[in-house]
């Protein structure tokens, strides 16, 4: 066992005689081959040493004291009487680790089993892995067909037993069963979720990709615009690296404008074209992905940044320290150029005409740009209005659906009185003066303070399975809901535990960094603020929750819509308790659910006590399903993402809006509305008047419009809507691409579920839409 034996080992000819703890002699045993590359002989002391070695991290994860000396060695003796009685040729240190944690369990020690047992894949699974198919095959639709993706899925799978057997039992039973849903289990106990960046830490202080500035090179702040931008990637790069989920930048243009000054627009297309080929194409990210990007676009400088300082070039140009005052407002030229580069960039499309995926373009529609600077307009002629940059994003999003509309208008969002973004997969991040005592600090970059925005991990809840267990007792239901609310903030505090533990470790360098001050030569400001990091509390299948519980949709009736609103506006009550209770931000959010909402449709199914209620309550081909349930669980049904009406609902785009706006301001952890788009040429005047009726008249807080796409692999050719072959060569070698969760990627590499939602989706004619 020791060295965690993986032995299948040599047999009769290699038996010896073996030396007992107590001196004597006992018949030969088989050699032992060890997961760690060796053959080595029989040695029950070895036993005894792994037990010592191994058990006292119990005390780390249950509060149990490891096993004594006189135990383990009682253990190992009565280890090495069976394999003796068992008679085998062939000894493996799986085997042996095996026959001891069973002996562990009958002595009532499974604290101790459970830190002594492995983790991992059979052979059988590993083969499957390596081709592609088996484990979590299409568990994202990000992830690639490559051997990083092969070694990522066997990590998966081991750090997701890992993580399951170490923290409470009925905990993890809760995720297994399906009542809950922990996002990201592989790395429960190792990283972060996803964070918002603001690039003036790094313009500032440098890069230093490790953290630490061991193994990279230290990089001093960027002088150039090339820099700059290089910089920009290395950072999103390097923190994935750190975090589970996406990597953001807030305010991008705005920070990134120092570097733009005298910039001709042919100059500052090159570098944003520099920009978007370097995300799409830098392979880095977990698994060999692309790195998860999403960058917040405004079309000028916000009144909140016009009279900050500029920190740039290791300077923040305050006046002090030799600087002159420079300040964001004085480039508002060069932040309208650059938007209007990169949407240049964006329209264009890749060398076979494909859309750029990443970065996500958040285009930021905010109060101070529903005017004109008419002035700056008169004296700057050649550079576009914001009325003309905004129009550039609804072209691009008439011919690729690739923008994300972040509305900043309605006054929950804040309405320019602090900072707000969302990022990743639809997740709100922000920050304001109320509940931030150093806001003005961060906006100065007093002492290197700065904003720091993201979420230490995600949790859903299974609404349509409270919605069983209450049988249509509203009481029963929110009680259940809540249940599952408290539960969560357990697995929270499990989290946080684990993660206070590697921090001392230093085992997250880079988001943990404290790099050189420039002025001072002093160690600057922590990169990521940890205690700012919050937790999300996601919701799936409201929509199905309430029309188990009432017996109709949300769209069906209007007592079911009330009651949906009612529910959530309990759970973000018992949000803001638990928050104060626990002393921690907890965000109610609509989680994406690219995997989770099939999860739970089909865990649903298996259970029978739930079976005969979720086979009518849930979209998708249940029958096929229910054919199919004993081979694959990657199968055709789901529930619907959040707070959504289902997609494939027979109602018009803006009965659609009128009923998701109104959760908005309930989900402030994040939330989404698709407009599905179907294959005719959208007129991005009509887009642009819709978008604007929907900022301006609605709460809705974020929104897009999404066209699928053929992409043919022979000819490098895109056609708009779902081909069955290429409409230009007739190949049948062709991909699609369409929006998932929250991001556009190729078809292929959907879950069973996805698809059908896919097929399911209710289309709106482009050409025909109305506000």
Not at 172 to 178: E, V
Not at 204 to 233: C, F, N, R, T
Not at 626 to 643: I, R, W
């Amino acid at each position: 066992m020791s060295t965690e034996l993986n032995k299948n080992t040599e047999g009769k000819d290699n038996r010896q005689v073996q030396q007992t703890l107590d001196g004597g002699t006992i018949p030969t045993m088989p050699k032992v081959r060890t997961t760690n590359g060796y053959m080595m002989d029989w040695d029950r002391n070895e036993i005894v040493r792994q037990l010592l070695k191994e058990t006292p991290l119990a005390e780390r994860f249950y509060g149990v004291s490891g096993i004594s000396k006189e135990e383990a060695s009682e253990i190992a003796k009565e280890a090495e009487a069976r394999i003796r009685k068992m008679g085998v040729e062939f000894l493996s240190g799986p085997l042996v680790r095996e026959i001891v944690n069973c002996i562990l369990l009958e002595h009532g020690h499974s604290e101790w089993r459970n830190v002594m047992t492995r983790v991992g894949a059979s052979v059988y699974d590993a083969c499957e892995i390596d081709t592609g198919l088996g484990f979590e095959s299409h568990d994202n639709a990000n992830q690639l067909d490559n051997a990083e993706t092969s070694h990522k899925k066997k990590a998966d799978k081991m750090s997701k037993e890992q993580n399951l057997l170490l923290m409470p039992g009925n905990l993890a039973d809760l995720h297994l069963n399906g009542d809950f849903h922990i996002h990201d289990l592989e790395y429960f106990g190792t990283r972060p979720f996803c964070q918002d960046w603001d690039l003036r830490y790094f313009f500032y202080y440098g890069l230093m990709p490790d953290g630490v500035g061991v193994q990279s090179s230290v990089a001093g702040p960027a002088m150039k615009a090339e820099v700059a931008i290089l910089h920009a990637v290395k950072v999103m790069g390097s923190a994935q690296t750190n975090f589970a989920g996406g990597q953001g930048f807030y305010n991008f243009l705005a920070f990134l404008a120092p570097y733009f000054v005298d910039k001709t627009d042919k100059e500052l297309e090159q570098l944003m074209q520099m920009f978007v080929y370097e995300m799409m194409q830098m392979m880095c990210a977990r698994g060999g992905q692309t790195v998860f990007s999403s960058v917040q676009l405004s079309p000028g400088i916000p009144k909140l940044w016009k009279d900050k300082p500029v920190v740039a070039m290791g300077k923040v140009w305050d006046g002090t320290n030799g600087t002159k005052k420079w300040v964001y407002g004085d480039l508002e030229k060069e932040v309208r150029k650059g938007f209007r580069a990169l949407m240049v960039v964006m329209l264009k499309g890749d060398d076979w005409g494909k859309p750029f995926s990443f970065p996500k373009p958040e285009i930021s529609i905010e109060p101070d740009f529903m005017e004109e600077d008419e002035a700056f307009n008169a004296a700057n002629p050649d550079v576009l209005s914001y009325k003309e940059l905004y129009r550039l994003t609804f072209e691009l999003a008439a011919k690729f659906g690739t923008p994300y509309f972040d509305n900043q208008i309605p006054e929950y969002r804040g309405a320019g009185e602090g900072i707000s973004c969302y990022q990743c997969c639809a997740y709100q991040f922000s920050a304001n003066p109320e509940d931030d005592d150093q806001f003005d600090e961060k906006l100065y970059f007093k002492d290197g303070k700065h904003f720091s925005m993201g979420s230490w991990m995600v949790m859903s809840l299974n609404c349509p399975r409270a919605a069983y267990k209450a049988e249509h007792d509203d009481q029963k239901l929110i009680d259940e809901l809540k249940y599952l609310m408290n539960k969560s903030v357990e697995v929270f505090r499990v989290k946080k535990k684990w993660m206070d533990h590697l921090l001392d470790c230093n085992r997250i360098p880079f988001a943990a960094m404290t790099p050189k001050d420039p002025t001072t030569g002093e160690p600057g400001c922590i990169a990521v603020d940890f205690d700012a990091l919050v937790y999300t509390i996601g919701v799936i299948g409201i929509n199905e929750m309430v029309q188990y519980h009432t017996g109709k949709s949300m769209y069906e009736s209007p007592e079911s819509f009330k009651f949906a609103v009612r529910v959530m506006y309990e759970m973000k009550m018992h949000a803001q308790k638990l928050s104060q209770e626990n002393g921690i931000e907890i965000a109610l959010a609509r989680t994406p659910a690219e995997t989770t909402a099939q999860r739970f449709a089909v865990s649903d199914l298996l259970h029978p006590e739930y079976a005969d209620k979720a086979e009518n309550n849930m979209n998708g081909d249940v029958e096929l399903t229910k054919k199919e349930l004993g081979t694959t669980k990657d199968l055709p049904v789901y529930y619907t993402n959040g707070t959504h009406i289902p997609p494939g609902a027979d109602i018009s785009v803006i009965e659609r809006i009128n009923y998701e706006q109104t959760f908005f301001p309930i989900v402030d952890g994040g939330n989404i509305l698709h407009i599905w788009l179907g294959e005719g040429t959208p007129d991005p005047d009509g887009l642009q008047e819709m978008a604007m009726h929907i900022a301006k008249n609605t709460h809705t807080g974020y929104f897009a419009f999404t066209r699928d796409m053929t992409v043919c692999k022979d000819e490098g050719y895109v056609a708009s809507g779902i081909k069955e072959c290429c409409p230009k060569c007739g190949s049948n070698n062709i991909d699609h691409l369409s929006r998932i969760t929250g991001y556009l990627q190729s078809v292929d590499g959907w879950n069973a579920g996805k698809r059908q939602e896919l097929v399911d989706r209710t289309r709106a004619d482009p050409r025909n839409l109305k506000v």
